[in-house]
């Protein structure tokens, strides 16, 4: 393959209600945007990703966290959810789960439509 000249134009990637302060949290969207850039490779014309952080606590020092994420491809979309109590480990458990799509079989012919026992008939004669 030859390299082409085109600049590539940066994914549209964005999460909603991250702390940017936090390290845990500059890990964790880290982690998203190099599962979403791996994911870009088998999907070239990715629409946009995009992650909305929910975080819960109640009275207590330690936050629950809600991940949700949405993913748009040309023929469809993806949505992850995920909760946990530390968001670095939510969003490894996304990035796992978007690998499982990058490695999840196409066309799998479990899933393709066998035609029906008197459509084969029809066919022979």
Do not use: C
């Not at 023929?75 to 909760?83: I, T």
Request: charged share 35%.
């Amino acid at each position: 393959m030859k390299p082409t000249g085109e600049v590539s134009a940066p994914l549209p990637v964005y999460i909603v209600g991250l702390d940017d302060n936090d390290i845990e949290s500059s890990l964790a969207k880290t982690k998203f945007q190099r599962s979403i850039e791996s994911l870009s490779h088998l999907y070239p014309e990715l629409g946009e990703a995009r992650a909305t952080v929910k975080a819960f606590s109640k009275g207590k020092e330690r936050k629950h966290f809600e991940v949700h994420v949405l993913i748009r491809m040309p023929k469809h979309q993806v949505e992850f959810r995920e909760e946990g109590w530390s968001i670095e480990e939510a969003f490894e458990n996304i990035g796992l789960k978007i690998k499982r799509l990058m490695t999840k079989p196409r066309d799998s012919p479990s899933r393709r439509r066998l035609p029906a026992r008197a459509e084969r008939a029809v066919a022979r004669f």
